[in-house]
DNA sequence: ATGGTAGTTCAACTA
């Protein structure tokens, strides 16, 4: 009985910035496959050196120029890169996988923020990211079946009433909107997913794993919101440790923090 | 109703 794989996502906010928060969370819990998102690096920029020497050595990156997304999965078993639908219209470094050797496949996702006005008329990053909810869905249906696969990262929605302070209050915020907890709900679904977080914690408990920068004490106002998520399809949940699901708000805290908090899941491989 | 912070690249963009 091998130990289970531990799998890590986490919007970084630039890794170059922050390799030493990622150096010290490695040091302390011990992933085995770490997602990130918000890169914000190209892929001859990426501090490759840095993660081998947290005993990550294995890389699939996707970066672009202009200092913005980005997503990147480091490992500890060898990794080969994986297929993903096309779910970005305007081709940014948003969607990455990689295959693990016991043929998990792990996808990692940044979708798009959507900017501030909930109306993809007057707005068109909102449009775009309703688009990629859309094509979300459709395009998870035409991988091939059969894979164990698990889906990461931060998709910019946070779907349940409890995923965000309050639900009243955020129904016309962008990343609660009905327009787009519908979609992601509905592409989650008809791609055979389930939502890990909500499997392994009752409806009616809040769970955040982001906080504004814009607040004045991020952990006393505690307004949050789950927007980092992990998925997994009817074939790999059999291996899921439901119970081994965590969110790590401390890492919001401390040396120049992510906005973001960590997000970890225990698999048997 | 507004403005509050952070990162990249270099005045403005994204989040």
Redesign the pocket.
């Known amino acids: 009985m091998t130990r289970p794989l531990k799998i890590v996502t986490w919007n970084i906010?630039?890794v170059?910035?922050?390799a030493p928060n990622v150096a010290d969370f490695v040091a302390a819990e011990a992933p085995d496959v770490i997602c990130l998102q918000?890169t914000?690096c190209?892929d001859a920029e990426f501090p490759a050196k840095a993660f081998k020497d947290m005993g990550l050595p294995h890389l699939v990156i996707r970066g672009q120029?202009?200092?913005?997304?980005g997503v990147a999965i480091a490992s500890r078993l060898p990794i080969e890169e994986a297929e993903v639908p096309d779910l970005c219209r305007e081709n940014q470094a948003r969607v990455i996988a990689a295959r693990l050797p016991s043929g998990l496949e792990i996808h990692n996702i940044y979708l798009?923020?959507?900017?501030d006005i909930p109306d993809p008329v007057a707005n068109e990053?909102f449009a775009h990211k309703l688009d990629f909810l859309d094509k979300l869905g459709p395009g998870y249906k035409t991988l091939k079946k059969g894979a164990k696969r698990i889906l990461v990262g931060d998709l910019?929605v946070a779907p349940h009433e409890n995923d965000v302070w309050s639900h009243k209050q955020l129904l016309r915020i962008v990343s609660h909107t009905p327009q787009e907890t519908e979609r992601l709900e509905d592409s989650r679904k008809s791609a055979g997913f389930s939502d890990v977080a909500r499997l392994a914690v009752s409806d009616e408990q809040k769970l955040y794993t982001w906080w504004?920068?814009?607040a004045a004490d991020w952990a006393a106002s505690n307004r949050g919101r789950r927007l980092d998520h992990i998925w997994a399809n009817k074939a790999a949940l059999e291996d899921v440790k439901v119970d081994s699901y965590r969110i790590h708000p401390g890492w919001r805290g401390g040396w120049?923090p992510s906005?973001h908090a960590p997000v970890s899941l225990k698999i048997k491989v």
């Not at 120029?65 to 997304?69: F, I």
């Not at 798009?112 to 900017?115: D, E, L, N, Q, V």
């Open positions: 906010n630039s170059r910035l922050r918000e914000k190209q120029r202009g200092g913005h997304a798009p923020a959507g900017g990053k910019n504004s920068y814009r120049k906005d």
